[in-house]
């Protein structure tokens, strides 16, 4: 077991262009979520995904953000078009159906628009 | 909809004094709560969990909490703080059943020598 890991860490870019993040979770758990996070503030819920549906998308998830989870294995999270309002901290987390959902998270990746 | 309120978004203590971390939930049916820790620059980490088992639960590194239904409370204590616990602190709520983990506004800890 490696943990949920996020690709890549930290990424600078310049306001209007792409970006997209990758997320391999626990390697048994069927569930992956996506949340931001900005300073100071608490993780805010994105999006869920159990095995390869996307079940719940925020309000927070403009039409400039999608997500992906092709085979339920790893997950893609894009952002077009960005905006410095986009500037967070991006993180990834896996948990498995059974039992008490607990997530656990990766390590994150950091957004920086200029 | 469930939400937690963490009252105090700094608390600072001295190295060896007691840490109490506030936490509040709203919830019309029975949550299971969470408390995550996270250091700078990483991901978050699990302290402990409540899912409708004992009421005192016991987390790492020595942290533990008490759930009261009565009071809606989760509040986080540890007995002796050390410099290393120094970091935010979240507390979390997800109704039983449900999918979402929703989070407080973070206390963030910290601990004078």
């Known amino acids: 077991d490696t943990g949920v890991s996020q690709d890549p860490r930290h990424k600078i870019t310049k306001r209007g262009q792409n970006v997209t993040f990758r997320c391999d979770p626990i390697?048994?758990?069927?569930?992956l979520y996506w949340y931001r996070q900005t300073l100071g503030q608490g993780p805010e819920f994105l999006t869920y995904?159990?095995?390869?549906?996307?079940?719940?998308k925020s309000r927070l998830l403009s039409d400039r953000f999608s997500a992906e989870r092709p085979k339920g294995s790893f997950s893609t999270l894009e952002i077009q078009r960005t905006e410095q309002g986009d500037s967070a901290m991006y993180l990834c987390?896996?948990?498995?159906?059974?039992?008490?959902?607990?997530?656990?998270f990766g390590a994150g990746s950091r957004l920086t628009v200029l | 909809a469930q939400s937690v309120t963490q009252l105090g978004s700094h608390v600072s203590v001295s190295e060896g004094a007691l840490v109490l971390l506030r936490c509040n939930y709203s919830?019309?049916?029975?949550?299971?709560l969470f408390w995550y820790v996270q250091y700078p620059n990483q991901g978050l980490q699990l302290l402990l969990k409540y899912t409708s088992a004992a009421t005192l639960v016991k987390g790492i590194n020595g942290f533990e909490a008490e759930f009261k239904k009565s009071e809606t409370s989760f509040h986080l204590t540890k007995p002796s703080a050390h410099m290393s616990d120094a970091a935010e602190y979240f507390c979390a709520v997800i109704i039983q059943g449900a999918q979402k983990l929703v989070f407080g506004q973070g206390t963030r800890l910290t601990i004078n020598p």
């Open positions: 390697s048994e758990h069927n569930r």
């Open positions: 919830s019309s049916v029975p949550p299971y």
């Open positions: 987390a896996s948990s498995s159906s059974s039992g008490a959902n607990v997530l656990t």
């Open positions: 995904f159990q095995n390869e549906a996307q079940l719940e």
